[in-house]
T-cell receptor, first 113, second 110 residues
Framework: ETGVTQSPTHLIKTRGQQVTLRCSSQ?????VSWYQQALGQGPQFIFQ???????GRGNFPPRFSGLQFPNYSSELNVNALELDDSALYLC????????????FGSGTRLTVV | DAKTTQPNSMESNEEEPVHLPCNHS???????IHWYRQLPSQGPEYVIHGLTSNVNNRMASLAIAEDRKSSTLILHRATLRDAAVYYCILRDVIGGKLIFGQGTELSVKP
């Protein structure tokens, strides 16, 4: 079985630009969550999608938005990038909304300059 | 959101057991205790979870106090590849987000 795949692995953007990060969930998983991890910190929950519907959101502004597609892959979109958005963005998938654990991808390292 | 408290760092010798403690005095009856670890340059990896009884799997054991206010992750024989940040997380049984704290950075000496 394949794991969680994220693309791209690294990205450099300019302040004010928009970015889209992509995630392919593990086969058989219908739940996808996104996390932001600043350097030296634990991951912070952004939002979760279950069967294409958002069913949980962390303390992030509306310029962070997402989608989940019928094949359960997902996108994270960030508008009006700020320097503080520089971080590792992690995608995690699970079945049954994570009751038995999440599988994380290796993340996308976003640098905003 | 329920919170956990872990030591910032711990050291272990290779091939010795490691006991990683976690305090969660505000745990509710519907919270599961989850452990994840994050190796350098990788995403977090699920280790184990439990509710009330002790749990074992191929990676580790989880010992849960009778009052559920604390738990201990046990690595039976540490290897160099076990060097990572270990996160203890409370997660409601109904579902929802994982709330990561700072975790415990485990270093393993040969």
């Amino acid at each position: 079985e394949t794991g969680v795949t994220q693309s791209p692995t690294h990205l450099i953007k300019t302040r004010g630009q928009q970015v889209t990060l992509r995630c392919s969930s593990q086969s058989g998983h219908n739940t996808v969550s996104w996390y932001q991890q600043a350097l030296g910190q634990g991951p912070q929950f952004i939002f979760q999608y279950y069967r294409e519907e958002e069913n949980g959101r962390g303390n992030f502004p509306p310029r962070f938005s997402g989608l989940q597609f019928p094949n359960y892959s997902s996108e994270l979109n960030v508008n009006a990038l700020e320097l503080d958005d520089s971080a590792l963005y992690l995608c995690a998938s699970s079945s049954g909304q994570g009751t038995y654990g999440y599988t994380f991808g290796s993340g996308t390292r976003l640098t905003v300059v | 959101d329920a919170k956990t408290t872990q030591p910032n760092s711990m050291e272990s010798n290779e091939e010795e057991p490691v006991h990683l403690p976690c305090n969660h005095s505000t745990i509710s009856g519907t919270d599961y205790i989850h452990w994840y670890r994050q190796l350098p340059s990788q995403g977090p990896e699920y280790v184990i979870h439990g509710l009330t009884s002790n749990v074992n799997n191929r990676m580790a054991s989880l010992a849960i106090a009778e009052d559920r206010k604390s738990s201990t992750l046990i690595l039976h024989r540490a290897t160099l590849r076990d060097a990572a940040v270990y996160y203890c997380i409370l997660r409601d049984v109904i579902g929802g987000k994982l709330i990561f704290g700072q975790g415990t950075e485990l270093s393993v000496k040969p």
